[in-house]
C-alpha cells in the first residue's frame, strides 16, 4: 500500500483487539521474522502499565531522556489527532511518509502474518526504533525505547518486546470486560509485564490485596521493586486560575500536568529516570516544566475565541473523573462549570455522573457522543434525563455551549480520549475552512454545512 489513508483504513479493519484467544504468539512471530531482536538490549527498554497515567509518565521519561543527550524511541496509545502520534523518534512523530514506509516494509517482512491493528503498530515501533540506520549502519537507532502498554500487560503486544524495565503507573477499574471485576485480577494482568530479574517502578499506594500480589510477583520473578517518592507540589494563581508547581532542585517548577495526579505521574516518572542512573539537572528540569501533553486538562481556544476557557480532559474512567473533580476544586474564581461528556459504549453513566457531583461543584452536565466505540444518547439511560442537553453531533454540541458561555463559566470537554481527540482534529479543520472564508471576505459561521465540509476537507 501507498497511500496513508489507505493504510490506516486496513489497519482499523483489523480490529483493536486480536479475534482469538490471547496470545502472544503472533507479535513474537513477527518480532522473530523483523530479525531485530538481537539489536534490542532489555536493559534499556521499558515498558509502562498501569490503568492511569501511562502515557503522562512515557512522555516525561522521554523528555527527561532527551534532556539527558539520549537518542529515545517513544511509542504511545491512544493517538489524539493522528496515527503517527504513536511512534516518535527524538520527540518527534513519525511522518505520514515515513509511517507508510514503515508499514510497507513491515508488512513485506511479515508477509502474511495476520496482525491486529495493535500488533501490527508496535511491529512497525520495533522496526523504527531498531532497524539499522541506512547511513551510519549503526544498530539500534535508539538508546532508550519506551513502550506504553495498550492494555492491561500480560497479553499485550509491548510485553513481547525483550525487557528488563517495568513500570506500573496507578490502578484502577477499567476494561473490566478483559481485566476482571475486581483491583487484584487488574493488577495480576499488569504486572505480567513483569519479567525474570526485572527492575520494577511502581505508583505508591496500592490496594492492600494487591500490595499482596506484589510480593508474590517480586518473589516469584526475583525482581526488584521501588516504590515512587512523591514529590513535595503547591498551587499558585495566574488569572484566578490554579498553576500546579513541583518540589524539584530546590525549587517551585511549574507544570504543564494539572491536580495531584499529575505531580504523581511526573513523581514516578523523576523516580524511574533516577533509578536508571541519571540525575535531574537544570537542563532536565527545565525540560519537564516545559513538557506537555494533548488533552489532559488543556486549555484549548474553540476556533480563537478567548471569551471563556475550554478544557480538553480525555478523562475514561472513574479514577480518571475522580482527579479530574479534585483539580475542578481549584478553579475556586468559577461560578459554574458546564460539562461536555461522551462516554465509551462499555463505561458506567451513573458512576460518572455520581462522581463529576461528589465534591458539590456547581458542575451542569452537557451529553454527547463520541465518535468512535461511544455511547449513544439513548444508553445513558436516566442519566439523559438529568442534564442540561443532549447534542448528538459533539461539533455542534461543543460550539452551541461554548457559545453560551459567559463571565465566571468554563467549559470541559471529557469522558473519553477519542472524544476529545476528534473534536480537536475537527478543531484544526474548521480553522482552514475559517480562514478561507475570511479570505474570500465572507462571515463564517459554524453551522451543519460547515460542519459536514470539515469532516470532508
Known amino acids: 500500500m501507498h497511500n496513508y489513508s489507505e493504510i490506516i483504513c486496513y489497519l482499523e479493519s483489523q480490529g483493536t483487539m486480536p479475534d482469538r484467544v490471547p496470545s502472544l504468539e503472533r507479535i513474537s512471530e513477527a518480532l522473530l521474522r523483523l530479525g531485530l531482536l538481537k539489536n534490542i538490549d532489555p536493559d534499556r527498554v521499558i515498558v509502562v502499565a498501569g490503568t492511569n497515567g501511562k502515557g503522562t509518565v512515557a512522555k516525561a521519561l522521554e523528555v527527561m531522556l532527551l534532556a539527558s543527550g539520549q537518542r529515545v524511541g517513544l511509542y504511545t496509545s491512544p493517538h489524539v489527532e493522528s496515527t503517527t502520534e504513536r511512534i516518535c523518534i527524538n520527540g518527534r512523530p513519525v511522518t505520514e511518509s515515513e509511517f507508510v514506509q514503515l508499514f510497507n516494509d513491515v508488512a513485506r517482512k511479515l508477509q502474511n502474518l495476520e496482525l491486529s491493528h495493535f500488533e501490527m503498530l508496535t511491529a512497525m515501533a520495533v522496526e523504527c526504533f531498531y532497524e539499522r540506520d541506512p547511513v551510519t549502519l549503526k544498530a539500534p537507532q535508539v538508546d532508550w525505547a519506551i513502550f506504553e502498554v495498550g492494555m492491561g500487560g500480560t497479553w499485550d503486544a509491548t510485553n513481547a518486546i525483550p525487557h528488563n524495565i517495568a513500570v506500573v503507573t496507578a490502578l484502577g477499574l477499567d476494561h473490566t470486560k478483559f481485566l476482571g471485576g475486581n483491583i487484584v485480577s487488574v493488577a495480576r494482568n499488569k504486572f505480567g509485564i513483569v519479567g525474570?530479574?526485572?527492575?520494577?517502578?511502581?505508583?505508591?499506594n496500592f490496594n492492600p490485596s494487591v500490595m499482596e500480589l506484589r510480593r508474590s510477583v517480586e518473589e516469584r520473578t526475583n525482581s526488584t521493586w521501588i516504590e515512587s517518592e512523591i514529590l513535595d507540589y503547591r498551587v499558585s494563581f495566574r488569572k484566578n486560575h490554579p498553576e500546579w508547581q513541583l518540589g524539584l532542585k530546590e525549587t517551585w517548577l511549574p507544570i504543564f500536568m494539572q491536580g495531584r495526579r499529575g505531580v504523581e505521574n511526573l513523581s514516578l516518572a523523576v523516580t524511574v529516570f533516577e533509578g536508571l542512573g541519571f540525575k535531574v539537572d537544570e537542563e532536565v528540569a527545565a525540560a519537564l516544566s516545559s513538557m506537555t501533553w494533548p488533552c489532559r486538562m488543556q486549555e484549548i481556544s474553540?476556533?480563537?475565541?478567548?471569551?471563556?476557557?475550554?478544557?480538553?480532559?480525555?478523562?475514561?474512567?472513574?479514577?480518571?473523573i475522580q482527579s479530574l473533580v479534585e483539580i475542578l476544586q481549584h478553579y475556586?474564581?468559577?461560578?459554574?462549570?458546564?460539562?461536555?461528556?461522551?462516554?465509551?459504549?462499555?463505561?458506567?453513566?451513573?458512576?460518572?455522573?455520581?462522581e463529576l457531583h461528589s465534591a458539590g461543584l456547581p458542575i451542569e452536565i452537557h451529553l454527547t457522543e463520541s465518535p468512535f466505540r461511544g455511547m449513544?444518547?439513548?444508553?445513558?439511560?436516566?442519566?439523559?434525563?438529568?442534564?442540561?442537553?443532549?447534542?448528538?453531533?459533539?461539533?455542534?454540541?461543543?460550539?452551541?455551549?461554548?457559545?453560551?458561555?459567559?463571565?465566571?463559566?468554563?467549559?470541559?470537554?471529557?469522558?473519553?480520549?477519542?472524544?476529545?481527540?476528534?473534536?480537536?482534529?475537527?478543531?484544526?479543520?474548521?480553522?482552514?475552512?475559517?480562514?478561507?472564508?475570511?479570505?474570500?471576505?465572507?462571515?463564517?459561521?459554524?453551522?451543519?454545512?460547515?460542519?459536514?465540509?470539515?469532516?470532508?476537507?
Do not use: C
Not at 196 to 204: L, R
Not at 305 to 312: D, G, H, I, N
Open 196 to 204: 525474570s530479574k526485572a527492575q520494577v517502578f511502581y505508583h505508591p
Open 302 to 320: 474553540w476556533l480563537g475565541s478567548e471569551a471563556s476557557p475550554v478544557y480538553f480532559s480525555g478523562d475514561h474512567n472513574e479514577q480518571g
Open 332 to 354: 475556586t474564581s468559577i461560578r459554574k462549570i458546564k460539562i461536555l461528556l461522551g462516554m465509551g459504549k462499555d463505561k458506567d453513566a451513573t458512576k460518572f455522573w455520581a
Open 376 to 457: 449513544k444518547i439513548d444508553d445513558y439511560g436516566e442519566v439523559a434525563n438529568r442534564v442540561a442537553s443532549t447534542i448528538k453531533d459533539p461539533i455542534e454540541a461543543l460550539h452551541r455551549i461554548e457559545s453560551s458561555l459567559i463571565s465566571g463559566e468554563m467549559l470541559v470537554v471529557t469522558g473519553s480520549l477519542y472524544l476529545v481527540g476528534f473534536l480537536v482534529g475537527q478543531q484544526a479543520k474548521l480553522e482552514r475552512l475559517k480562514g478561507q472564508v475570511v479570505r474570500n471576505n465572507t462571515q463564517f459561521i459554524v453551522s451543519p454545512v460547515s460542519l459536514d465540509r470539515a469532516r470532508i476537507d
